[in-house]
């Protein structure tokens, strides 16, 4: 195949650090392979249709405002297309910073901690439509065509895919000239495969998908063996895949995960070609979408959680979400709008929805799901771990050399690292220091009790066995991430359990990876999951617009009642709020205990006065319920010439969620001026 790709930038000389933070600086001057216009699959074209959908159409319905719960890919992909369209958005997440599970921050010291390992496959379509939406289309760097297995003793496995002929030549002699297997196994490897939905995906995509999900059911090393596979291919070669996948091994993860992926190998050349991020998640993946988002109108609201989702079931038997409380420290706030879209992960989702919502199977089964645990370790050495052929180049500090790729290995306990000095320099190369070894622990169970220094001491011994030449490095900084639920467990059986991101409920929708979509759960599933959401969203704007007048009117309708106490002699001040604002021509404040001490001043010099109420309108607005009153109040006063007060005018009441007064907003027909002069 071509491997040829558009050069996007050279790397810079060293850069001088400020005192008291290490320098950073990338190892050589070299050509970087970046460009998303090269090397990667086109999967509009032999592909499933649901992998890769069409470009929206322009949207022509109402703009709606729209509130995410979750900052993460998969609410900010959903939040990239409705914006796109035109509509108004507002993103919620409670941590401080944004990326959900590709999130990463800095911590005092100025390094870049990470949730886990990002890795982009040449066929994730809807990830690099979007970084190229957002201008980030030159911030993945091409990595060496080849899946690159380590063996305990530095010995090292290849699955070659580099090769003049495109797929599927190119995987066939990749599987059939790889060192990671013994020929006795790769012949029974090649049967296994051969009798895959692989074959027929290179003539008949969606029929193959088709297949592959039908296989949900069976793990993949029951499928696979019972095709002729050997448990030696298992153990040596595609549990550490599995672990990069799924965080589980060939026992516990569905053959459709595993065989999705064989597919698009097969069929796809770049499938199989790996990118890494120049740098950390939140400069070179979230910050660009980010900006994207705030350029285009959306905003931002970080740790603001949401607590409650607040519904009510109508006489038609609909159920409507009527907004979200979320809160920040001590403060407490109700949002409203016209689309609800919870972009959560799977124990958050499970914390979000209403108890009362599992009548629905839908719902119901998302508590069916679980989410893998999963620890990320870095280590930092003041050496070159991976540089197993030359021990001296492994010990300068001059120049970055070893193996830069994703790394999966059989004989440890995490399954696929990286040294991202190498991969990802822009901010994990440090001047005058060496590799930064990034590992996954998978499974992460036994690893998430233990205290952070004995992690590091397991890890730092494994990374020894697999490569002896670095006995003598030591380890300068090591930092641990647990995720007590990851990505959801695609065990067998478990794929008709997630559910669609429409929902039975009109005005609320469901963004993430695990929801339902062709991909597995992933980077490019989530985004995939984004664009399903917002297209679902756009195609009901009408139908939302009518929902959301219709909440209006029955609120209103519920509030007038309560108002109208306002205009009685049974008047009760418990139908303002604690806070409430007050204001007319003449004065604004705060209280309610407040406005009780102006009326007990006031009210005793009123002498026979007379409040005529003349009409009350319902108001229409997303953000809050008001009511306005149109009123005459005529009243003598208790002085010794007894004047005549005669002033109309109205009062509006701005009312929260439990139809408390929360702003008493009067106007005059007459200036203050001439209401004192009366």
């Given at each position: 195949m071509a491997m040829a790709a558009t050069s996007c930038a050279l790397v810079p000389a060293f850069v001088a650090g400020r005192r008291g933070a290490p320098s950073r600086r990338r190892a050589a001057a070299t050509v970087v392979r970046c460009s998303l216009d090269?090397?990667?699959?086109?999967?509009?074209?032999?592909?499933?249709?649901?992998?890769?959908?069409?470009?929206?159409?322009?949207?022509?319905?109402?703009?709606?405002?729209?509130?995410?719960?979750?900052?993460?890919?998969?609410?900010?992909?959903?939040?990239?297309?409705?914006?796109?369209?035109?509509?108004?958005?507002?993103?919620?997440?409670?941590?401080?910073?944004?990326?959900?599970?590709?999130?990463?921050?800095?911590?005092?010291?100025?390094?870049?901690?990470?949730?886990?390992?990002?890795?982009?496959?040449?066929?994730?379509?809807?990830?690099?439509?979007l970084l190229k939406k957002v201008g980030a289309e030159n911030n993945l760097l091409v990595k060496e065509h080849t899946h690159t297995f380590v063996n305990k003793g530095g010995v090292i496995g290849e699955l070659d895919f580099r090769f003049p002929v495109g797929a599927p030549l190119h995987g066939i002699q990749a599987f059939l000239r790889t060192n990671q297997l013994k020929v006795y196994d790769k012949a029974r490897n090649a049967v296994a495969l051969a009798l895959s939905p692989v074959v027929r995906a290179l003539v008949d995509p969606d029929g193959a998908l088709q297949q592959v999900r039908d296989l949900d059911d069976v793990s993949f090393s029951n499928?696979?063996?019972?095709?002729?596979?050997?448990?030696?291919?298992?153990?040596?070669?595609?549990?550490?895949?599995?672990?990069?996948?799924?965080?589980?091994?060939?026992?516990?993860?569905s053959a459709r995960c595993m065989l999705t992926i064989f597919t698009l190998f097969a069929t796809k050349t770049e499938a199989s070609l790996l990118r890494m991020l120049k740098g950390s998640p939140d400069v070179y993946l979230s910050g660009p979408i980010k900006k994207y988002i705030t350029d285009r109108g959306g905003r931002f609201h970080l740790r603001w959680g949401c607590r409650e989702v607040i519904y009510e079931k109508s006489p038609d038997g609909q159920t409507y979400v009527k907004g979200l409380r979320i809160s920040k420290a001590t403060s407490s706030e109700i949002i409203k709008a016209d689309a609800y879209v919870a972009a959560c992960d799977v124990p958050g989702i499970?914390?979000?929805?209403?108890?009362?919502?599992?009548?629905?199977?839908?719902?119901?089964?998302?508590?069916?799901?679980?989410?893998?645990?999963?620890?990320?370790?870095?280590?930092?050495?003041?050496?070159?771990?991976?540089?197993?052929?030359?021990?001296?180049?492994?010990?300068?500090?001059?120049?970055?050399?070893?193996?830069?790729?994703?790394?999966?290995?059989?004989?440890?306990?995490?399954?696929?690292?990286?040294?991202?000095?190498?991969?990802?320099?822009?901010?994990?190369?440090?001047?005058?220091?060496?590799?930064?070894?990034?590992?996954?622990?998978?499974?992460?169970?036994?690893?998430?009790?233990?205290?952070?220094?004995?992690?590091?001491?397991?890890?730092?011994?494994?990374?020894?066995?697999?490569?002896?030449?670095?006995?003598?490095?030591?380890?300068?900084?090591?930092?641990?991430?647990?995720?007590?639920?990851?990505?959801?467990?695609?065990?067998?059986?478990?794929?008709?359990?997630?559910?669609?991101?429409?929902?039975p409920v009109k005005n609320f929708f469901l963004s993430g990876s695990y929801t339902k979509q062709d991909y597995i759960d992933s980077m490019e599933g989530a985004t995939l999951s984004g664009r399903r959401t917002a297209a679902y969203i756009c195609g009901?704007?009408?139908?939302?617009?009518?929902?959301?007048?219709?909440?209006?009117?029955?609120?209103?309708?519920?509030?007038?009642?309560?108002?109208?106490?306002?205009?009685?002699?049974?008047?009760?001040?418990?139908?303002?709020?604690?806070?409430?604002?007050f204001e007319d021509p003449t004065i604004k404040f705060r209280g309610r205990s407040r406005y009780s001490q102006n009326l007990d001043l006031l009210v005793p010099f009123f002498d026979s006065p007379s409040l005529e109420l003349e009409n009350i309108e319902k108001g229409l607005r997303v953000d809050t319920n008001f009511v306005i009153a149109t009123w005459t109040l005529r009243t003598y006063l208790r002085l010794p010439w007894r004047p005549l007060i005669a002033i109309g005018g109205n009062t509006t009441y701005d009312l929260d969620e439990e139809y408390?007064?929360?702003?008493?907003?009067?106007?005059?027909?007459?200036?203050?001026?001439?209401?004192?002069?009366?």
């Open positions: 090269s090397n990667v699959s086109d999967m509009g074209v032999n592909a499933p249709k649901g992998l890769f959908p069409p470009e929206p159409e322009h949207y022509r319905g109402p703009k709606l405002k729209v509130a995410i719960i979750g900052a993460g890919l998969a609410g900010m992909s959903t939040a990239v297309e409705l914006l796109d369209q035109g509509h108004e958005v507002d993103l919620y997440d409670s941590r401080t910073f944004i990326g959900g599970k590709v999130g990463s921050f800095v911590d005092k010291q100025g390094n870049h901690i990470e949730m886990g390992l990002h890795v982009f496959f040449g066929c994730y379509s809807n990830l690099f439509r499928w696979f063996m019972s095709r002729g596979g050997s448990r030696e291919s298992i153990t040596r070669m595609w549990d550490p895949v599995a672990y990069a996948l799924g965080f589980i091994d060939c026992d516990n993860i499970k914390r979000l929805l209403p108890s009362e919502w599992r009548e629905w199977d839908m719902f119901d089964n998302i508590y069916k799901l679980d989410g893998v645990p999963v620890v990320t370790v870095q280590l930092r050495y003041n050496g070159w771990v991976t540089e197993v052929q030359d021990l001296e180049k492994s010990r300068q500090s001059q120049k970055a050399v070893g193996l830069d790729n994703l790394l999966y290995t059989p004989d440890a306990d995490f399954s696929c690292f990286s040294d991202l000095a190498l991969s990802s320099p822009a901010d994990y190369y440090i001047e005058g220091q060496g590799s930064l070894i990034q590992a996954v622990l998978t499974p992460g169970d036994p690893y998430m009790p233990l205290p952070n220094e004995e992690i590091i001491s397991k890890v730092q011994k494994q990374v020894l066995d697999l490569f002896p030449s670095a006995r003598g490095l030591e380890v300068t900084w090591s930092s641990v991430v647990k995720i007590g639920q990851s990505l959801y467990r695609e065990a067998p059986g478990n794929d008709p359990f997630r559910p669609d991101q429409k929902t009901a704007g009408e139908e939302l617009l009518a929902v959301r007048k219709k909440l209006v009117v029955d609120d209103s309708e519920k509030a007038l009642g309560k108002v109208q106490v306002l205009q009685t002699r049974n008047f009760s001040l418990g139908i303002y709020a604690e806070d409430c604002l408390k007064v929360v702003r008493h907003a009067e106007s005059w027909d007459v200036s203050a001026l001439e209401a004192i002069g009366q």
